[in-house]
């Protein structure tokens, strides 16, 4: 916009100055090409909306096909009465019904139960331990960090028949050693509790250095306050340890004991392996057939696809479980604190 002024001869007040109005040329900045910022700015709503659903989407058709169609089909063989190349016939809650009054069904579920507790509290003490010595200012620190981590890379079938050797009843080191000092030699196949010991220390050799590392990460983030103060009240390293470093990762703590849990939940590949060719029905008298190989032998030994699909919806009620409990005992502890 441009405005001229021209002055009055007679000294008066000058009269109003014309203004003239230019028209902004193409070239304009305050210009817009038609239709062209319409077009840049669709395109990055687009982007700012859209892009992100298109990078988890991968993931949730991925949890679709594989994750959560399986789950609602097996919910429904469940209900129904399903032989392998037969048709499926409504029973309801039959397959249900016949697992609550199956001797094998509450034999597995104590099975792994018990196997359970003998491979996670051993585990989580052990891991425990090996993080608190790993967390000092030791020469080769990074070797040892790396060798506590390489049961939990070896296959599950490797170290599942190493220790089938180990604990071979006739020629095995474990009853080897045990002659030498003086025991009898144990039959670690056919007992139950010794067979339930041996896959119990599978479990723990390939799982302890994993959890190691986590409370390894979660003591390194503990305040060096809080020892510098224990130390100088006097406390000692072990009261250092049980006053200060466990109480700072009861959290992770907790977390390691469901996630163990839940794994427990699942075990299958070791008793399987260990068992050798009655490792599907868990030892020649069931003494370590776990829910998992129950529904593997359910399923695809005796063809009864309705029976395995309700064993698989009990345990993942079991799952549930385990994880509701966690979810009440943070929350009850919140409550606590506050």
Do not use: C
Not at 173 to 199: H, M, R, Y
Not at 321 to 330: A, N, P
């Amino acid at each position: 916009m441009a405005t001229s002024v021209r002055a009055a001869g007679d000294g008066s007040a000058p009269p109003a100055a014309p203004v003239r109005v230019r028209s902004a040329g193409p070239g304009s900045p305050g210009r817009r090409p038609p239709g062209r910022g319409g077009l840049r700015s669709t395109l990055y709503r687009l982007d700012l909306k859209a892009v992100p659903y298109v990078f988890v989407a991968p993931f949730f058709l991925t949890f679709a096909a594989f994750g959560l169609f399986p789950l609602i089909y097996t919910g429904w063989l469940s209900l129904h009465r399903v032989e392998l190349g037969g048709e499926a016939q409504w029973k309801g809650m039959e397959n249900y019904g016949s697992l609550a009054t199956s001797e094998f069904f509450w034999n597995a579920l104590a099975n792994t139960f018990t196997m359970g507790l003998l491979s996670t509290v051993p585990q989580l003490l052990v891991a425990l331990g090996l993080a608190h010595l790993l967390n000092y200012e030791l020469r080769g620190r990074g070797f040892f960090r790396v060798a506590v981590l390489a049961p939990y890379a070896t296959s599950i079938a490797a170290a599942t028949l190493v220790f089938a050797q180990l604990f071979n009843t006739d020629y095995g080191l474990i009853n080897t050693v045990l002659g030498w000092t003086g025991f009898a030699p144990v039959d670690w196949e056919s007992s139950k509790w010794p067979a339930q010991i041996a896959i119990s220390t599978i479990v723990t050799w390939r799982w302890t250095g994993y959890n190691a590392l986590i409370y390894l990460a979660a003591m390194q983030a503990v305040p060096q306050d809080l020892y510098e103060a224990a130390a100088l009240d006097g406390a000692s390293r072990w009261r250092q340890f049980l006053s200060v470093t466990v109480p700072s990762i009861r959290p992770t703590i907790l977390f390691t004991a469901v996630v163990s849990t839940i794994g427990a939940t699942q075990l299958f590949g070791e008793p399987l392996l260990f068992g050798g060719s009655l490792g599907i029905s868990g030892g020649s008298g069931n003494q370590f057939q776990t829910l998992s190989l129950l529904m593997y032998e359910k399923g695809w030994v005796t063809g009864a696809l309705g029976q395995a699909s309700a064993i698989a919806w009990v345990m993942l009620l079991l799952l549930l479980l385990i994880g509701g409990l966690r979810i009440l005992v943070s929350r009850v502890r919140a409550k606590a604190g506050s």
